[in-house]
């Protein structure tokens, strides 16, 4: 079983930068892991993911080219990287972990086992 706290949310204006962090508890380097985000009256979508290694990442099409995730394995810790940030990436943005062994997809919500809490990012144009 894992963990997860995310942190690093706030309030930034379009166009500015921001790096949100999940700290994770348990066999971290034994879970894949996903950022997803929920906007006001709208379902959870994928925003990224990194395979257990950190050898494979992939990306929502509307986050590609200015969103970067990345793992640390031994602080137990998945960062996203957010730059150039639109209005429309106003949501709560949710650490999730999959414990299962295959990086296939990993773009589905189902497929994780583990989510945190949640933290907001609000992004004024």
């Known amino acids: 079983q894992v963990q997860l706290v995310e942190s690093g949310g706030g309030l930034v204006q379009a166009g500015d930068s921001l790096r949100l962090s999940c700290a994770a508890s348990g066999r971290f380097s034994g879970y894949n892991m996903g950022w997803f985000r929920q906007a006001p009256g709208k379902e959870r979508e994928f925003v990224a993911a990194i395979s257990r290694s950190g050898g494979y990442t992939r990306y929502a099409d509307s986050v590609k080219g200015r969103f970067t995730i990345s793992r640390d394995n031994a602080k137990n810790t998945v960062n996203l990287q957010m730059n150039s940030l639109k209005s429309e990436d106003t949501a709560v943005y949710y650490c999730?972990?999959?414990?299962?062994?295959?990086?296939?997809?990993?773009?589905?919500?189902?497929?994780?086992?583990?989510w945190g809490q949640g933290t907001q990012v609000t992004v004024s144009s």
């Open positions: 999730a972990a999959d414990s299962g062994g295959s990086s296939w997809n990993l773009g589905l919500s189902q497929k994780y086992d583990y």
